[in-house]
C-alpha cells in the first residue's frame, strides 16, 4: 500500500492528509501491518518531522485495539498521564478517552503536558465517533507562535520563566472535573506527596483536603530532533480566571459553583488556575493577550470523521477542543518520544 499526502486544508499543512492508493495485491493490507516494517517507520517520522500533524484517513480505525496497534507497529512507546489536569478514562494500555471535560466548554489551544517536567513527544487521537454539532479540533503552529511574538517578550518569558498554581479538590465537581485522587492515583497523602517530589511539585494540602499544587517550568523549549525553540507553555490557558471563562462560555451552574468555591476554607483568594513568573512577579494579562492573539492567528480547525487517526508532534503542533452536542467520543494516546534512542531528559 502506497500514501498520497496533501494539505487537508487550503493554504496550511495542518494537518497534512495521509490517504491510503492501493497497490496491487497489497491494497488491503492494514495500517497496522505496513508500519511493521524499518522503512515505513522511518518514512513515519520523517513525515511527522516535516509536517508537524497527521491525519491518517481511510484506514477505519475506530476502535482502541486497532488503534493501539497502529501505535505499536509504529514503535511509538506510549506514556502515562502524570499530573495530568483533564479527566480521561482509560480503554486500553495507556489508551485513554481524550478530555471528558463538560461539552459546552471549548478547550483552548495547547501543547499538551507543556506546564509540567514530563511531557509527551507527539500526541495520537482517533476517531471513535464525532459529534453531530461542533467537538472540531483547532490546531496551532507553535514555531510559527514564536515567531509572531515581540522579542522582548520572548526574552522576558525565558529569562523569568513560569510559576503554574493549581488547586485540586477531593471531589471532582463541573468546573473542577479533576480530583487529586484522580491526577495522581491514590487517595494516600504521603504517596502524593512523594509523586509531587518526584515532579518538582510543591504541595500544600488546605482544611477541606483539597490541594494547591505549584510548579516552575520553561516558556520556551527547543524541539528535541530539530533543536527549534518554540513556544512551549500553558501560562496563558492558566492565567485565565476559571469561573469568568466558564460564565463567558455560557457554562451552567458556573456562578454557583464559584461563590462556593470562593466561600471554602481552602479558596482563600486563590484562583482554581494561576500562572506567575518564576520569581513570583505577576504577569499583566495583556502580555497573555498578545500570546493569544498570535496562537488565534496560526491556529486552523478540522472535523473529525470516524476512523480519522490523528499524529501530532506535541512541540510544534497544539491542539484544542470546540464545544459540542450529542455524542463525541475520540481516544487518546501520549507518545513518550519519537526522536529514537533513550528517554528525553525532562526539564
Known amino acids: 500500500m502506497d500514501f498520497q499526502l496533501s494539505p487537508l486544508i487550503p493554504g496550511s499543512t495542518l494537518p497534512t492528509l495521509v490517504e491510503p492508493i492501493a497497490v496491487g495485491e497489497r491494497g488491503d493490507v492494514p495500517l497496522e ?12 517520522r520523517d513525515a511527522l518531522r516535516e509536517h508537524g500533524a497527521l491525519l491518517f484517513r481511510g484506514f477505519d480505525i475506530a476502535d482502541p485495539e486497532r488503534f493501539a496497534a497502529v ?6 512507546p506510549l506514556m502515562d498521564y502524570p499530573r495530568g489536569t483533564s479527566p480521561r478514562t482509560p480503554v486500553g494500555e495507556r489508551i485513554y478517552t481524550s478530555t471528558e471535560t463538560r461539552p459546552d466548554v471549548a478547550i483552548p489551544v495547547h501543547t499538551e503536558m507543556s506546564y509540567g517536567s514530563v511531557y509527551p513527544e507527539a500526541v495520537a487521537f482517533c476517531c471513535v465517533s464525532p459529534s453531530p454539532v461542533g467537538g472540531a479540533t483547532p490546531l496551532a503552529d507553535m514555531e510559527r507562535v514564536l515567531g ?3 522579542a522582548a517578550l520572548v526574552e522576558e518569558f525565558e529569562r523569568r520563566r513560569l510559576r503554574y498554581s493549581q488547586v485540586v479538590p477531593r471531589e471532582a465537581t463541573p468546573a473542577l472535573p479533576k480530583s487529586w485522587p484522580e ?14 517530589r518526584a515532579l518538582g511539585i510543591e504541595a500544600t494540602w ?11 517550568a520553561p516558556a520556551v523549549r527547543r524541539h528535541p530532533v530539530t533543536g527549534a525553540r518554540v513556544w512551549f507553555n500553558q501560562g496563558d ?3 485565565v480566571r476559571l469561573f469568568d471563562y466558564l460564565k463567558k462560555q455560557g457554562a451552567a451552574g458556573a456562578a454557583d459553583e464559584e461563590a462556593r468555591f470562593r466561600t471554602d476554607a481552602a479558596a482563600g483568594d486563590q484562583e482554581p488556575y494561576w500562572c506567575t513568573f518564576e520569581d ?9 493577550g498578545i500570546v493569544r492573539r498570535a496562537i488565534a492567528e496560526a491556529t486552523v480547525v478540522f472535523d473529525w470523521e470516524r476512523g480519522d487517526l490523528l499524529l501530532l508532534d506535541n512541540f510544534r503542533v497544539a491542539h484544542g477542543r470546540q464545544s459540542f452536542e450529542g455524542e463525541r467520543r475520540i481516544l487518546a494516546a501520549l507518545v513518550e518520544r519519537v526522536s529514537g534512542g533513550a528517554t528525553a531528559t525532562r526539564a
Not at 487517595?187 to 509531587?196: I, K, M, N, P, T
Not at 513570583?280 to 497573555?288: A, Q, T, V
Request: contains cysteine; hydrophobic residues 40%; glycine residues 8%.
Open 33 to 44: 501491518v505496513d508500519l511493521a516494517s524499518r522503512e515505513r517507520r522511518r518514512w513515519l
Open 71 to 76: 501505535l505499536a507497529a509504529g514503535r511509538l
Open 148 to 150: 509572531r511574538l515581540p
Open 183 to 196: 491526577m495522581f492515583g491514590s487517595s494516600d497523602r504521603s504517596e502524593v506527596e512523594a509523586v509531587c
Open 206 to 216: 488546605f482544611g477541606d483536603e483539597s490541594l494547591r499544587i505549584r510548579n516552575t
Open 237 to 239: 490557558i492558566f492565567h
Open 280 to 288: 513570583g512577579g505577576e504577569i499583566d494579562d495583556e502580555l497573555f
